[in-house]
């Protein structure tokens, strides 16, 4: 994957190279993706007052894993604008 080395501020104030916070951004955004599969399996394979509690943990890890893809895109977005 090609990414322009831009530079952004990080959260210490710092200086990073954008293509970095993507890479980050992207890595945290795969590492929801897994969660949300791993919630998934759980749900399904789950019984009785499981289920209700394994749906909730499958919801809750498919929001942490749509905006992980929010920033994601608006970091993508920044780099290839």
Do not use: C, I, N
């Amino acid at each position: 994957m090609f990414h322009r080395l831009h530079v952004s501020r990080s959260v210490e104030g710092g200086r990073q190279p954008r293509a970095t916070t993507t890479g980050q951004r992207e890595a945290s955004w795969r590492r929801e993706r897994l969660a949300v599969e791993s919630a998934y399996q759980r749900w399904t394979r789950s019984d009785g007052r499981q289920r209700k509690l394994a749906y909730a943990g499958y919801l809750a890890a498919l929001e942490r894993e749509e905006e992980a893809a929010r920033v994601y895109a608006r970091e993508t977005e920044r780099v290839t604008l």
